[in-house]
């Protein structure tokens, strides 16, 4: 499962920046993700939740915070909302090809003791 793997890459990164951070436990682990990634925010707290047993973030929260999709474009420089399915310039009609932000899926803040 997909959302599995990225659960387990937050919590390798969230523990590597505790130790860095001389933390003992991690209180919350907030992330970044764009709409264009296609991960559903319920998955990744379902993998989150059966993940931290016996690590770190055992007792820490998982904040999700979705980053709204972005193109832009190449004819008008005008940059709109888009979507999977819709990526059409609202005023020229051009296909976009330069997606400005969706994309995103990182760890973003980390809260600690
Ligand atoms: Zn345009």
Known sequence: MHEVSIIQNVIEIATQKA???NFSKINKVSLKIGQLTGVMPESLNFAFDSCIQGTMLEESTLGIE????LGKCEACNLQFSISHFNKLCPTCNNFCTSIVRGYELYVDTIEGD
Request: charged residues 45%; hydrophobic residues 45%.
């Open 19 to 21: 130790f860095e951070n």
């Open 66 to 69: 979705e980053v709204d999709a």
